[in-house]
């Protein structure tokens, strides 16, 4: 059973770009959820969407965006990047709502975005 | 404002012994404890989750205990090995509305010969 796939691994940009990343879940998996993990604040939630709908988001600036599509792959998207968005980028992918009561999370591997 | 704290923030052990870390929480209402395991460049793995009515859950040599009244929950990790040196983050999950999941920063775990 293939698990969480994320890409870009790694990438480097530069301030005022923008930045998309990938997560494909564990098939039949309908929830991907988005962290944001950095050294000091550790891991942060983003947002959630599950069939296609945002259904819980973070606090976090629109700048951070995300969409999902029908194959239930989900795409974030940082806009005019700032240095302190350099972190890991984390997704989870889980069979229902991340707020379903006792639901596992498989989290991918990550990406990790630097911005210079 | 909902907090999960993780103590100590590192630790180092000799292969072979236990150790324990801890995890207190203020977040309300409570929904459920999770702890997971991340290794370094790698995405955080399930080793644990408890809901309100339980108070111990074991995985192999890995055994979370949760006292919901005092809002603390530990992991005790068993006969360690060079392969439990990792990060180990304590994750707490809300009913209602609102952020879903709060995580604890983390622990770093590093066991040597």
């Known amino acids: 059973k293939a698990g969480v796939t994320q890409t870009p691994r790694y990438l480097i940009k530069t301030r005022g770009q923008q930045v998309t990343l990938s997560c494909s879940p564990i098939?039949?998996?309908?929830?991907v959820s988005w962290y944001q993990q950095t050294p000091g604040q550790g891991l942060q939630f983003l947002f959630e969407y599950f069939s296609e709908t945002q259904r819980n988001k973070g606090n976090f600036p629109g700048r951070f965006s995300g969409r999902q599509f029908s194959n239930s792959r989900s795409e974030m998207n940082v806009s005019t990047l700032e240095l302190g968005d350099s972190a890991l980028y984390l997704c989870a992918s889980s069979p229902r709502l991340i707020t379903t009561g006792a639901n596992v999370l498989t989290f991918g591997a990550g990406s990790r975005l630097t911005v210079l | 404002k909902n907090q999960v704290e993780q103590s100590p923030q590192s630790l180092i052990i000799l292969e072979g012994k236990n150790c324990t870390l801890q995890?207190?929480?203020?977040?309300?209402?409570?929904?459920?404890l999770r702890w997971y395991k991340q290794d370094t460049g790698r995405g955080p793995v399930s080793l644990t989750i408890m809901t309100f009515s339980e108070n111990t859950k074991s995985n192999g040599r890995y055994t979370a205990t949760l006292d919901a009244d005092t809002k603390q929950s530990s992991l005790h990790i068993t006969a360690s090995q060079l392969s439990d040196s990792a990060s180990y983050i304590c994750?707490?999950?809300?009913?209602?509305?609102?952020?879903?999941?709060?995580f604890g920063t983390g622990t770093q775990l590093k066991v040597e010969l």
């Open positions: 994750v707490v999950g809300l009913t209602g509305g609102g952020n879903k999941l709060t």
């Open positions: 098939s039949g998996h309908r929830s």
């Open positions: 995890c207190n929480y203020t977040v309300s209402p409570f929904s459920n």
